[in-house]
């Protein structure tokens, strides 16, 4: 049943990954801890390896249709991964009911970002030739990729929910080449959190290689009809599940622990 379960879930993590570039990361940790029943120590980097796995998955066709970023994904990856090492270290030393209800908070301001709109586009980045003004760019990629790699280190996550509107919102790049950017952001900080955590691993293997396997076939199927499904509504449905996953986690902390 729980490897069922775990099939089930991993594919609905990978799908959400394929369709928006990031989001299904922030419900990696809950899934494994409440519905699949591994210690928040082994969840973490059970989480990157799966997150880190779908999201090279997801980003193949991205890299195919030319709709990456590299220099900015770069930038982001390399502050990405020592904010990701900074995280590691300071979730050594935070106790486990502190690391949930921060991890709650932030699945709030994530599901707080995916409810406001995409379409307006900022202007950083953006040049007259469409290429990259890197003197006003780099000032704003530099904290945000080191931000998002300590949420990376810290909680298990992606960071695609805020990666993705500092592209686009904050840097001026376009919103389908934001999502393929952020997945190869996400592959870079999960690589390096796993290598920071791997200690943590190999608690359930087959468990790992189940959520793992499904993660990366629902990340497949997503991006083959990624053009055809409207993300914005999907977005905005996801954004309440991640309300309610937040308020059980805080929840089963305050009242039923």
């Known amino acids: 049943m729980t490897l069922t379960l775990a099939l089930i879930l991993g594919v609905a993590v990978g799908v959400l990954l394929g ?52 220099r900015l994904a770069a930038i982001f990856a390399a502050t990405g991964i020592v904010g990701t090492l900074a995280g590691t270290a300071l979730g050594r030393h935070v106790p486990e009911t502190a690391v949930m209800i921060g991890f ?6 994530a599901g707080t970002r995916m409810l406001r709109s995409t ?7 953006a040049t007259g030739n469409s290429g990259i003004n890197w003197r006003r760019c780099a000032p704003r990629s ?23 509107p ?18 190869v952001v996400i592959v870079a900080n999960s690589a390096a959190g796993l290598i920071a955590q791997a200690d943590g691993l190999g608690g359930n293997w087959v468990l790992t290689a189940a959520f793992a396997g499904a993660a990366i ?6 991006g083959r009809f990624s053009t055809r499904v409207d993300t914005d509504k999907i977005r ?6 991640v309300f309610a996953v937040a308020g059980y986690v805080l929840l089963d902390i305050v009242v039923l622990s």
């Open 19 to 70: 369709l928006l570039g990031g989001g299904g990361s922030i419900l990696a940790v809950p899934i494994l801890v409440y519905a699949l029943g591994l210690p928040l120590s082994e969840a973490i980097p059970t989480s990157l390896l799966v997150i880190g796995v779908a999201s090279a998955t997801g980003a193949i066709p991205k890299i195919r249709a030319r709709r990456i970023q590299w």
């Open 104 to 109: 709650a908070i932030v699945m709030i301001i």
């Open 119 to 125: 379409e307006d586009v900022g202007t950083a980045c």
């Open 142 to 164: 530099i904290p945000t990729g080191f931000g998002v790699g300590v949420l990376t280190g810290l909680f298990g996550v992606g960071g695609g929910f805020l990666i993705i």
């Open 166 to 183: 500092a592209l686009v919102l904050l840097l001026g790049i376009e919103m389908s080449v934001a999502v393929g950017t952020s997945l």
């Open 217 to 222: 076939v629902g990340s497949l199927a997503a």
């Open 236 to 241: 905005q449905w996801f954004a309440y599940l």
